[in-house]
């Protein structure tokens, strides 16, 4: 197995993969129509369950072929009763994102907007629950990777239960990398795709959830077809495949991140993504970086970072200094401030990080950015 080059990528994922992973993918030609393969999509489905500690009983996984947003579509075009509304509890992007589905779809919602780098008030959300009984679906987003804010899903989902809605929660920026119990943390339905905490690649993803609820919305409002959540369920629980065309060489890499996150261990896996954050934090704080979300808020995967005012700063020529040397820094996402994020998901290490401060201070140095950097006030 020839090594294949190694970039470090602090980008919200895709994330860095191992070599095993990478090769995992290069097998013999096989139609996913063959018992074989849905032999191999049985095992993944009930260990994607197993990674939030759900009983396999009550909770079971399905899997889609599409890119991450493709799971908070399926979730809220198919779990929607008829007449009810769904409620976003919407502080970033990937909720704001929730928000455009249910518009696109149609659908009757509530966008409750709380600031960017604030956690949502409960006492608000249990207000808003109060005062709408026909709420029948209640989304946020578990880590707000536009800015790396760690929202209390726990005591959100435990309001929507009180008031008898579905909760669906977007764990695709920590599921396998920060612990969720599925059942403990109050979470109807999460989800994630392959290329962030598994560390494996694009075009799989997945949803995890309530299977009587999956039962039970069969005969709410169908509006989507190769959407719609109950019909792949349907499918992977008649046949063991997905209804259409899996994408196959994806999951072959996932069967082998999967063995590759339980050598790891769900406690060292997560020690290792605190040890990187911390020294990318540590990193950032020694070149006098501000960044957006204050310390005990953050998740613990993201560094929302606000651009120096500096004149010489130049985001662009920063970005490519790194790249050229292998390390791939990211754009913000809050439209009200400039930020670039450093991400701590992938099979990455605190040597990594040490590297990389080594390049990306030498990219502020070299064009003309005082180090340590200035803010105006
Ligand atoms: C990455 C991500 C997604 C999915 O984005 P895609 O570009 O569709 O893969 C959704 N939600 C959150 C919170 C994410 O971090």
Request: glycine content about 8%.
């Given at each position: 197995m020839d090594p294949v080059k190694r970039n470090v990528l602090l980008n919200p994922g895709p994330s860095t993969t191992t070599d095993t992973v990478k090769y995992a993918q290069v097998v013999p030609d096989i139609c996913?129509?063959?018992?074989?393969?849905?032999?191999?999509?049985?095992?993944l489905r009930e260990d994607l369950?197993?990674?939030?500690?759900?009983?396999?009983?009550?909770?079971?996984?399905?899997?889609?072929?599409?890119?991450?947003?493709?799971?908070?579509?399926?979730?809220?075009?198919?779990?929607?009763?008829?007449?009810?509304?769904?409620?976003?509890?919407?502080?970033?992007?990937?909720?704001?994102?929730?928000?455009?589905?249910?518009?696109?779809?149609?659908?009757?919602?509530?966008?409750?907007?709380?600031?960017?780098?604030?956690?949502?008030?409960?006492?608000?959300?249990?207000?808003?629950?109060?005062?709408?009984?026909?709420?029948?679906?209640?989304?946020?987003?578990?880590?707000?990777?536009?800015?790396?804010?760690?929202?209390?899903?726990?005591?959100?989902?435990?309001?929507?239960?009180?008031?008898?809605?579905?909760?669906?929660?977007?764990?695709?920026?920590?599921?396998?990398?920060?612990?969720?119990?599925?059942e403990e943390d109050n979470i109807d339905f999460c989800m994630a795709s392959a290329q962030k905490g598994l560390m494996s690649f694009t075009g799989l993803s997945f949803v995890v959830g309530n299977r009587s609820i999956i039962e039970k919305s069969k005969d709410f409002p169908k509006r989507s077809y190769y959407c719609n959540l109950y019909l792949q369920y349907e499918c992977f629980e008649k046949t063991g495949e997905m209804h259409f065309t899996p994408p196959v060489q994806t999951i072959y890499a996932t069967i082998q991140a999967l063995k590759e996150y339980w050598a790891e261990g769900e406690e060292a896996k997560w020690a290792r993504h605190t040890r990187v954050f911390n020294a990318i934090n540590a990193g950032l704080d020694e070149l006098g970086f501000k960044q957006v979300i204050r310390p005990e808020e953050r998740a613990g995967l993201v560094s929302s970072v606000i651009y120096p005012d500096d004149p010489n700063w130049s985001f662009e020529k920063i970005h490519d200094y790194c790249y050229e040397r292998g390390f791939t820094i990211y754009p913000g996402k809050i439209s009200t401030t400039n930020t670039f994020r450093l991400c701590s998901l992938g099979a990455i290490d605190e040597a990594d990080i040490k590297d990389f401060f080594v390049v990306f201070k030498e990219a502020l140095v070299s064009t003309g950015v005082q180090v340590p950097v200035q803010y105006k006030d």
């Open positions: 996913p129509r063959e018992k074989e393969f849905a032999g191999l999509m049985k095992g369950v197993k990674i939030v500690h759900g009983d396999l009983e009550k909770y079971t996984s399905v899997l889609f072929c599409g890119s991450g947003t493709i799971n908070i579509d399926i979730c809220i075009n198919s779990l929607l009763p008829e007449g009810k509304k769904v409620l976003v509890i919407n502080n970033g992007a990937y909720s704001s994102r929730a928000v455009e589905i249910c518009q696109f779809y149609g659908l009757p919602h509530i966008d409750l907007k709380f600031p960017v780098d604030q956690r949502p008030d409960l006492a608000v959300v249990e207000q808003t629950l109060k005062d709408n009984p026909d709420i029948g679906l209640v989304h946020t987003t578990h880590n707000e990777t536009g800015t790396g804010i760690l929202n209390p899903i726990r005591e959100i989902g435990a309001l929507v239960h009180k008031y008898n809605a579905i909760f669906t929660v977007d764990t695709t920026s920590t599921y396998a990398m920060r612990p969720i119990n599925i």
